[in-house]
């Protein structure tokens, strides 16, 4: 796929250089095309080409994150704290007197 890339981009480099070079070209003009010829067009066919790769890492990532979440609640205390201690009563409960 990178090839093809690198190959569009060839073409377009010179499509640019033969524009600005031309007695009625310009440098804006030869930027112009570079980018819409060029840049443009192959940022969206990589984008769109790259997004079954990235489909598939979101699902393992997610599919990892469900493993790890499942081993976790299968430990008897999963929560990574100590586990608490009986604690000293600061304030004596209050008795009604009858």
């Known amino acids: 796929m990178y090839l093809v890339v690198i190959a569009w981009l060839y073409v377009a480099t010179l499509m640019a250089v033969a524009e600005a070079t031309n007695t ?3 440098v804006l ?3 112009v095309t570079f980018l819409l ?3 443009l ?3 969206i066919v990589v984008y769109l080409m790259g997004a079954p790769a990235r489909r ?3 699902r393992k990532r997610e599919a990892e994150e469900a493993a790890a979440a499942r081993a976790a609640s299968d430990a008897p205390d999963a929560g990574g704290h100590a586990p608490a201690a009986a604690q000293a009563q600061s304030v ?3 008795r009604e007197e009858s």
């Open 24 to 26: 009625t070209g310009t």
């Open 29 to 31: 003009g030869a930027i």
């Open 37 to 39: 010829y060029g840049l």
């Open 41 to 43: 067009p192959m940022a």
């Open 56 to 58: 598939r890492a979101i």
């Open 92 to 94: 004596a409960p209050v």
